[in-house]
C-alpha cells in the first residue's frame, strides 16, 4: 500500500507568515514607509499604539518633511524634537508671524467689494452684479483679470463648493476642483465654472438673499438650499443638466414670514437644514422628506431676541448671534442651552471654533473672545480677553485653530492674533492714499491656511490685496516676551497641536 504523501514544506512557513504583524518590521523601516503618509495619516498611525506612535514621531520623519516643505531654511537644534520644531514653525505660518509673505495688490474700480473668497490658486470677488476672478499664480505673468457678469442686479452671496457634487465633474482629475455658486438681487442662482456660467436656477418671487454654506445630503445627489426675500426656502439639484436648469428645483419649503436670511446645514445629520429670517424665527428641516414643490418639512421652530447677525451649526448644536448676545440651541430639542456672549449696544461681527470652545465677536474698537465652556458656569458671560486696537465696529472676524484675524471699515490694518493666548501677531494694511479721499478702511475678507484677502475702494480705485504666507522665511521679531505677554494660554486646559488640522 501506498505511503501518505508527506506535507509540502512550504505549509509551515506559510502559517508562519499568517502570524507575521506590522511591528515585526524593524523601526527604520517602518519610518521610512511613515514618511510619504499625510498628517492626517500619522496622526492616525500615532494614536493607533504606543510602538506606532514612537515611529510616527520619529526625527527622520519629520525631518523629511522640514526639507520638502522649506528646503532653503535650515532647522535649528531642538531638544524637543525635530516634530515640534515642525510643527511650531507651521503653526507661526498659519498665524502671520512672518514679515515677508508674497503680496499681489489689485486696483479695480471704486466701487463698494461685497463678497470675496479664495480658492486654490484663484481671488474671487464682486462689485455689485460683476463677479471678477484673478489666479494668484498666473496674474504676474500677464494673464487679465477674468470678468462674469450674467447677473443683472447685486451679488448677495457666494460659495465654493466641491465640483465632484456636480453633474459637471467628467474626470479624476477634476474632482479636486470647486465651482462657485452665487445668489442676487435678479431672483436667480447661477453655477460657475472655468470662468463661465454654467447653470442658472430660477424661482424665487424676489432676490435671492442667502445660500447654504454646505450642500445637503450625505451621498449621491447634493442638494443646494436657498433662501429668499420672499421667505421662502428653496432645495435644488446641483446634478441636473440643462444649462437653464430647469429640472434642477426639487422642493419650495413655506413657513417664514419674513425673508430668510440665514442659512447652515447641520453637522450631526447633514439633511438637516437650519435657518433664519429677519423677524429672527429659527427653523429646522428635514429635507430627505421633501420630494415636491409646495411641501413642508419643519421638524423644528425657535426664536431669539434682537437682530439676526450670524450662525453657525456644530454637530446637533447651534450658535446663534442675533442683537447683543450670542445664544446657543440644541437641535434635537430646539432648547437654548446658554447664552455664551453679551456685548451692549449690539454685536457687529460672530465666528466659532468649537473645537477649541471657544467665540470671537466684534464689537466698536475691539473683538472679545469668549470660553464656551467658563460661559456654563457664569451667570453672566465675560470675555476672556479683549483684541482691541481698531476703529469703529469689527465688521470682519475669521477664525480657525491657529488664528483670529479682525477688521473693519474704519480701519486701514487688518490685525492676525494667536487664539490661544489673544497676542497679536501681525497688522497687515489694506488701505492706500492713492484710493482717494473718503476711503473704505477693510470692505471683505476672506482667509485660507495661510493665505488672506483684504478688499478696500474709495473715491479714486478699489485695491484687492492679497498676502501668501506659505513661503516665508523672516519671522517678525518679537520684543514682548516678558512674563505679561507669555505665550500662555487663557483658556482651559492646556492647547496642543494637530498633525491633521488645516491644510499644508
Known amino acids: 500500500?501506498?505511503?501518505?504523501?508527506?506535507?509540502?514544506?512550504?505549509?509551515?512557513?506559510?502559517?508562519?507568515?499568517?502570524?507575521?504583524?506590522?511591528?515585526?518590521?524593524?523601526?527604520?523601516?517602518?519610518?521610512?514607509?511613515?514618511?510619504?503618509?499625510?498628517?492626517?495619516?500619522?496622526?492616525?498611525?500615532?494614536?493607533?499604539?504606543?510602538?506606532?506612535?514612537?515611529?510616527?514621531?520619529s526625527d527622520s520623519i519629520w525631518l523629511h518633511r522640514f526639507r520638502q516643505r522649506w528646503p532653503l531654511e535650515m532647522l535649528s537644534s531642538t531638544s524637543s524634537g525635530v516634530r515640534k520644531a515642525y510643527l511650531d514653525w507651521r503653526t507661526a505660518l498659519h498665524q502671520f508671524k512672518f514679515a515677508d509673505?508674497?503680496?499681489?495688490?489689485?486696483?479695480?474700480?471704486?466701487?463698494?467689494?461685497?463678497?470675496?473668497?479664495?480658492?486654490?490658486?484663484?481671488?474671487?470677488?464682486?462689485?455689485?452684479?460683476?463677479?471678477?476672478?484673478?489666479?494668484?499664480?498666473?496674474?504676474?505673468s500677464g494673464e487679465s483679470l477674468a470678468r462674469m457678469s450674467d447677473h443683472n442686479a447685486r451679488i448677495t452671496c457666494m460659495r465654493l463648493f466641491p465640483l465632484s457634487e456636480t453633474s459637471l465633474v467628467r474626470s479624476e482629475i477634476q474632482r479636486e476642483e470647486n465651482v462657485l455658486v452665487t445668489s442676487s438681487c435678479d431672483h436667480s442662482i447661477r453655477l460657475w465654472w472655468k470662468g463661465a456660467c454654467q447653470r442658472c436656477f430660477r424661482g424665487h418671487n424676489g432676490a435671492v438673499s442667502t445660500l447654504s454654506d454646505?450642500?445637503?445630503?450625505?451621498?449621491?445627489?447634493?442638494?443646494?438650499?436657498?433662501?429668499?426675500?420672499?421667505?421662502?426656502?428653496?432645495?435644488?439639484?446641483?446634478?441636473?443638466?440643462?444649462?437653464?436648469?430647469?429640472?434642477?428645483?426639487?422642493?419650495?419649503?413655506?413657513?417664514?414670514?419674513?425673508?430668510?436670511?440665514?442659512?447652515?446645514?447641520?453637522?450631526?445629520?447633514?439633511?438637516?437644514?437650519?435657518?433664519?429670517?429677519?423677524?429672527?424665527?429659527?427653523?429646522?428641516?428635514d429635507t430627505t422628506t421633501s420630494s415636491a414643490v409646495r411641501s413642508s418639512c419643519c421638524v423644528g421652530m425657535s426664536s431669539v431676541p434682537g437682530a439676526p447677525l450670524d450662525m453657525k451649526c456644530d454637530e446637533a448644536l447651534l450658535y446663534i448671534a442675533a442683537g447683543s448676545s450670542v445664544v446657543v440651541v440644541d437641535l434635537r430639542t430646539m432648547q437654548k442651552v446658554n447664552t455664551v456672549a453679551v456685548y451692549q449696544p449690539k454685536l457687529f461681527s460672530f465666528a466659532v471654533v468649537p473645537s477649541k470652545s471657544l467665540i470671537c465677536t466684534g464689537g466698536l474698537g475691539k473683538a472679545m473672545l469668549w470660553d464656551i465652556r467658563r460661559s456654563q458656569e457664569a451667570?453672566?458671560?465675560?470675555?476672556?480677553?479683549?483684541?482691541?486696537?481698531?476703529?469703529?465696529?469689527?465688521?470682519?472676524?475669521?477664525?480657525?485653530?491657529?488664528?483670529?484675524?479682525?477688521?473693519?471699515?474704519?480701519?486701514?490694518f487688518v490685525n492676525a492674533w494667536e487664539?490661544?493666548?489673544?497676542?497679536?501677531?501681525?497688522?497687515?494694511?489694506?488701505?492706500?492714499?492713492?484710493l482717494g479721499i473718503s476711503k473704505?478702511?477693510?470692505?471683505?475678507?476672506?482667509?485660507?491656511?495661510?493665505?488672506?484677502?483684504?478688499?478696500?475702494?474709495?473715491?479714486?480705485?478699489?485695491?484687492?490685496?492679497?498676502?501668501?504666507?506659505?513661503?516665508?522665511?523672516?519671522?517678525?521679531?518679537?520684543?514682548c516676551d516678558d512674563e505679561e505677554h507669555s505665550d500662555v494660554s487663557k483658556f482651559w486646559g492646556t492647547q496642543t497641536y494637530s498633525d491633521s488640522d488645516g491644510s499644508e
Open 440 to 479: 473704505i478702511g477693510c470692505s471683505a475678507m476672506a482667509v485660507n491656511a495661510c493665505r488672506v484677502v483684504t478688499a478696500s475702494y474709495g473715491v479714486s480705485q478699489g485695491l484687492v490685496s492679497f498676502r501668501d504666507f506659505s513661503g516665508a522665511t523672516r519671522p517678525i521679531s518679537s520684543e
Open 379 to 412: 451667570s453672566k458671560p465675560k470675555p476672556v480677553t479683549e483684541l482691541d486696537g481698531h476703529t469703529g465696529s469689527v465688521t470682519l472676524l475669521h477664525m480657525d485653530p491657529y488664528k483670529i484675524v479682525t477688521g473693519g471699515l474704519r480701519d486701514d
Open 419 to 434: 487664539i490661544d493666548t489673544g497676542k497679536q501677531t501681525n497688522s497687515l494694511l489694506c488701505n492706500r492714499p492713492e
Open 101 to 140: 509673505p508674497f503680496v499681489l495688490d489689485l486696483y479695480t474700480e471704486a466701487r463698494p467689494l461685497d463678497h470675496i473668497v479664495l480658492d486654490k490658486n484663484a481671488i474671487i470677488f464682486s462689485q455689485g452684479s460683476i463677479i471678477r476672478m484673478m489666479k494668484t499664480d498666473s496674474f504676474l
Open 1 to 57: 500500500m501506498a505511503e501518505p504523501p508527506a506535507p509540502q514544506p512550504h505549509a509551515a512557513t506559510t502559517e508562519a507568515a499568517k502570524t507575521t504583524k506590522i511591528t515585526d518590521l524593524d523601526e527604520d523601516s517602518l519610518a521610512n514607509c511613515a514618511s510619504y503618509l499625510s498628517l492626517q495619516d500619522l496622526s492616525n498611525l500615532a494614536m493607533t499604539s504606543k510602538f506606532l506612535k514612537k515611529i510616527a514621531y
Open 214 to 285: 454646505k450642500l445637503l445630503g450625505d451621498g449621491g445627489v447634493k442638494v443646494l438650499a436657498s433662501g429668499g426675500e420672499d421667505g421662502t426656502v428653496r432645495l435644488w439639484s446641483l446634478s441636473s443638466s440643462g444649462k437653464r436648469g430647469q429640472q434642477a428645483l426639487k422642493a419650495t419649503l413655506y413657513g417664514h414670514q419674513k425673508p430668510v436670511s440665514l442659512m447652515s446645514v447641520a453637522g450631526y445629520k447633514p439633511s438637516l437644514l437650519v435657518t433664519m429670517s429677519m423677524d429672527s424665527k429659527v427653523r429646522v428641516w
